[in-house]
């Protein structure tokens, strides 16, 4: 089902619920036409179609992210209905070692010799890698995990099993009623102070960020800066600006931009790298010239809806408020 029409309760004239086959239909009513139904629902509406939003399984089960304990990153991956995640990355965080896939195959071995089954039940499978291609590496569920813990002498190791099993419950939760996932973060930002509107305009914007650096990773784009220098081509294209010169005008340093951004901000940078993806993928865009190109196509579209915003309602887009707290 294509991205737009994913948090949707409504869909756009001749299109049935249940009747949209595949991402084709993009190419079948037409990106300008896909572009034109976004912003009439959003703005015209003012924000109510947001009432039926809904997230598929893959959306709440984001199967690609690491988590973090204490700063540090460990993959995961859901399969076999259980999370696996590998364990170099908690032999990392349970000794600090150097070398942590050296110690966890000194490890294996030890536990071999020992006649443990605990090495046995491990998986190898496919999680993305720091360069962002897909390798196979060892994998245990939280079952196994806290097996392999009980033969790493760590401080951590209690602490981090408390941990695992929180996330493991957490999860678990979100499966059973993927509106628990939903929940949890609505309520991250409702603490912040943020509207229902703007949390559910920021929550579909991370989702279309998500996928849009998902295709990069799996298109020859995987390097940090190089997604700083795409985001950045996009952000000009549609705002007239770059992201530096953005944080300027709303006053922020290290602050993320989008944590600072108005609903309409929001809605067109959602729009600008949706767009981008989709061209993207129309022409299977491969390393960072062809993407290149997508951003800056992908980003005038939602340019060229700004301007036209702008003249039909004389407000600016391009807001310098921000959330940063009154100094008193």
Same mark, same amino acid.
């Given at each position: 089902?294509?991205?737009?029409? !994913? ?8 299109? #049935? ?19 034109? *139904? ?10 109510? *179609? ?5 997230? $598929? ?28 995640? !590998? ?26 010799? @020992? ?10 499978? &496919? ?34 099993? %408390? ?53 990069? &990773? ?7 800066? #190089? ?9 000009? @294209? ?5 992201? %530096? ?17 108005? @609903?309409? #901000? ?11 993806? $989709? ?17 800056? =196509?992908?980003?005038?579209?939602? =340019? ?10 004389? $407000? ?13």
């Amino acid at each position: 089902m294509p991205e737009f029409f !994913s948090y949707l309760s409504v869909f756009p004239p001749g299109v #049935e619920p249940g009747s949209i086959p595949s991402e084709g239909i993009i190419l079948s009513i037409g990106l300008q036409e896909l572009v034109q *139904f976004y912003l009439t629902i959003t703005i015209n509406l003012d924000f109510g *179609f947001y009432s039926g939003i809904f997230f $598929t399984m893959n959306q709440v089960i984001n199967n690609s992210k690491p988590i973090n304990f204490h700063q540090k990153e460990i993959r995961r991956i859901w399969f076999k209905d259980k999370w696996w995640f !590998s364990v170099v990355g908690v032999v990392g965080v349970l000794t600090d070692s150097e070398d942590p896939r050296k110690y966890w195959n000194k490890l294996v071995q030890r536990l071999r010799d @020992e006649g443990s089954e605990v090495v046995t039940n491990c998986h190898r499978l &496919k999680l993305v890698a720091n360069d962002g291609k897909k390798r196979e590496t060892d994998c245990a569920n939280i079952e196994g995990l806290f097996r392999i813990i009980q033969s790493i002498p760590s401080p951590k190791a209690e602490p981090f099993k %408390r941990w695992l099993a929180k996330v493991g419950y957490e999860r678990i939760e979100e499966i059973g009623d993927p509106e628990k996932a939903v929940n949890r973060a609505r309520s991250h930002w409702q603490k912040l102070g943020r509207s229902d509107k703007w949390i559910q305009q920021r929550m579909m914007g991370q989702e279309t960020r998500n996928k849009l650096t998902d295709y990069w &990773k799996n298109h020859e784009v995987t390097k940090e800066q #190089e997604f700083a220098i795409l985001t950045n081509i996009i952000h000009q @294209e549609w705002s007239d600006m770059t992201i %530096r010169n953005h944080k300027e005008l709303k006053g922020l340093k290290n602050q993320n931009l989008r944590d600072h951004m108005s @609903e309409l #901000e929001l809605i067109f940078t959602a729009l600008a790298e949706a767009s981008t993806r $989709t061209i993207a993928q129309s022409f299977d865009a491969t390393g960072m010239p062809e993407n290149i190109s997508a951003g800056h =196509r992908g980003g005038q579209i939602a =340019r060229q809806a700004r301007v036209k915003l702008e003249s039909e309602s004389g $407000t600016k887009v391009i807001s310098p408020k921000n959330y940063l707290k009154s100094k008193s």
